[in-house]
């Protein structure tokens, strides 16, 4: 059950929305289920003789009853309850209680309060009601309604409980602000699909995501067509800044800005000042390294795995600064593959980029944890720009997304062990969505090394079934019948024929991390042996060979590919090996 309060200036205007067809044709029988005084509220819905100017002037008595220099500018007080997709239909009655709670928990119109304000709840579809109420007593005070938002939520969770309904995640007060009920009709009737509010954070967040100095995160706002002003001090020091999409005015045609603040509780000006200057010594200028040179697309994906395998396992330890710096810095590390990704993924990344962005904020400060090897690996990818959905480029998407797939549910795990509820299941969101993007992405490469896998002689095939079990002996025989197996093998094969012992590779990619949250086993350990070996993140699809060519194969091995990562120094096998079965 999720309320959503908001204020306004014009009681008539939103009775008339209610009590109205709706902007789709969605209303339907329109009627009160509720209100301060039954017998002197009137219903426009079920009432023929009643109209909506009766009903707006009975709730703006005790306003209108003020001297005008009293009267609060914003005197309507609006809340839609409404209840979970799946939830049972509640009756008039049930919805009547509902709404007199969460006046009474609000401040709105406690129990037993004959002086409180006057309050209506409208119902015109069968899964929520509107409370709408006005800011003035009868007794010409203000309610009291500090943290109202706060208190209804933790009143709808008891409702949920007891009306047993799904019983929804608590905040935290971490959250962004959500847009108003006025800015989402606005964005409709503009033909937006999303808000302001909604487009320029994510526009912040971008600029932010691997940011290495404040001029360059303005310079970054600009180049994204934002309008920008700072708040500049006599000395001329920056206070703060506020931003604006271009043609989003108000009324008086001037821009509506919104500062970082108002966008999301991180997007501050001295909150990014902490983020862009965690990790330097006490002392040490935040240079801006305009003169790095931009790797290719491939390569920057590939330095940005081990980074956020490292992620990863500091969230599985007990240093809970240091993990809160990990996840804001793999929420930089999402933004960054979003922004940059193939057109044939980026519309799951960026929504999954947006699901996570909750999960990089709760009261778990890290003020002198240091995150800039993941800040890095974002700021990286953002230089390298864009990448192509195929080839070298395709298959290192695959490769990092197959590791930020079990970063987020490292993330879920983590804030769920420390109940934070909103942030667990947006991580868990997360991950759904990166599952997807990956298995676009990997699709081409898994399966022409699948292909690869299938041709490879019985006997070779056989010896790296060995390699397996030696390393995975419980998982063993569950890997070799996964879709998976063929590509695991040729990945093992390219990798010997480049130098590399099978089984101490495949022994250090297990011992990498943890595999038991991998959705497949198969898939990780690929990417991770692709990383480990220096191979390339794609094979050329396989060609016919003649009998003698597969059988010269071995002691004539042909160069494997160019790779594109810088060479990595392997470990010796620790157990010296037998005769190869």
């Given amino acids: 059950m999720v309320p959503d309060i908001s204020t306004g200036s014009r009681t008539y205007g939103l009775l008339n929305y209610l009590y109205g067809p709706g902007r789709r044709e969605e209303h339907t029988d329109p009627h009160l289920v509720a209100s301060w005084m039954p017998e002197l509220a009137p219903d426009p819905g079920r009432d023929p003789s009643a109209t909506l100017k009766q009903l707006t002037d009975r709730l703006d008595l005790p306003v209108l009853a003020l001297p005008k220099d009293r009267r609060p500018a914003r005197h309507v007080w609006h809340c839609p309850v409404r209840t979970a997709p799946g939830d049972r239909h509640l009756t008039d009655a049930e919805w009547a209680e509902v709404a007199r709670r969460i006046v009474h928990a609000t401040g709105i119109a406690e129990y037993g309060d004959d002086k409180a304000c006057r309050w209506i709840a409208v119902r015109h579809a069968d899964d929520h009601i509107h409370l709408v109420a006005t800011l003035k007593r009868e007794d010409g005070r203000s309610p009291r309604r500090h943290e109202d938002g ?89 206070l703060g800044y506020k931003v604006a999409l271009p043609g989003d005015r108000n009324r008086d045609g001037e821009p509506i800005w919104f500062s970082g603040s108002k966008l999301a509780p991180d997007l501050s000006l001295p909150r990014i000042r902490r983020r862009l200057d965690a990790g330097h010594p006490d002392g040490e200028p935040v240079t801006d390294h305009g003169d790095e040179r931009a790797l290719p697309p491939a390569r920057a994906r590939r330095q940005a795995v081990p980074t956020a395998e490292r992620a990863a396992s500091i969230l599985h330890e007990d240093d809970d600064e240091d993990s809160a710096a990990q996840l804001v810095g793999v929420g930089e590390l999402l933004d960054a593959i979003a922004q940059t990704a193939p057109a044939s993924t980026r519309k799951e990344l960026v929504v999954a980029a947006r699901a996570y962005e909750r999960a990089t904020r709760s009261h778990i400060r890290a003020e002198r944890a240091d995150n800039r090897a993941i800040r890095s690996a974002a700021r990286g990818i953002i230089r390298a720009g864009n990448a192509l959905g195929k080839g070298e480029d395709g298959g290192a998407t695959a490769m990092v997304l197959s590791t930020m797939v079990l970063v987020t549910i490292a993330a879920a795990r983590w804030h ?10 947006a991580a868990q969101r997360a991950a759904q969505h990166l599952r997807t993007a990956y298995r676009s992405a990997a699709a081409a490469p898994m399966n022409t090394m699948r292909e690869h896998g299938r041709r490879l002689p019985k006997p070779v095939r056989e010896r790296y079934a060995g390699t397996l079990e030696t390393a995975l002996p419980d998982q063993a025989g569950a890997i070799r019948h996964a879709p998976g197996w063929d590509a695991l093998a040729a990945t093992l094969d390219q990798a010997e024929r480049a130098g590399h012992d099978p089984d101490a590779l495949l022994q250090q990619a297990v011992e990498w991390r943890e595999l038991e949250t991998a959705d497949s086993v198969t898939d990780v350990l690929v990417w991770r042996l692709r990383h480990i070996a220096n191979l390339p993140a794609t094979m050329a699809p396989p060609r016919a060979r003649t009998d003698t060519r597969a059988a010269q194969s071995r002691s004539h091995p042909s160069p494997p590919p160019a790779p594109e990562a810088p060479a990595v120094t392997h470990r010796a096998d620790p157990h010296p090996r037998g005769p190869r079965r």
């Avoid at 989402?184 to 487009?199: F, Y």
């Avoid at 769920?416 to 299941?425: D, K, T, W, Y």
């Fill in 416 to 425: 769920s062990a420390r109940g934070h509820a909103q942030q667990a299941a």
């Fill in 150 to 238: 706060i208190r209804a939520q933790a009143e709808c969770r008891k409702i949920e409980k007891e009306f047993g309904l799904q019983i929804l995640n608590g905040g935290d007060r971490t959250a962004a602000q959500r847009p108003t009920s006025g800015e989402r009709s606005k964005a409709e009737r503009t033909g937006r699909t999303e808000t302001p509010r909604e487009t320029l954070r994510e526009s912040v967040r971008h600029a932010l995501a691997g940011a290495a100095s404040e001029e360059e995160f303005f310079h970054r706002l600009a180049e994204a067509g934002l309008r920008v002003e700072r708040r500049i001090a006599p000395s001329g020091d920056t």
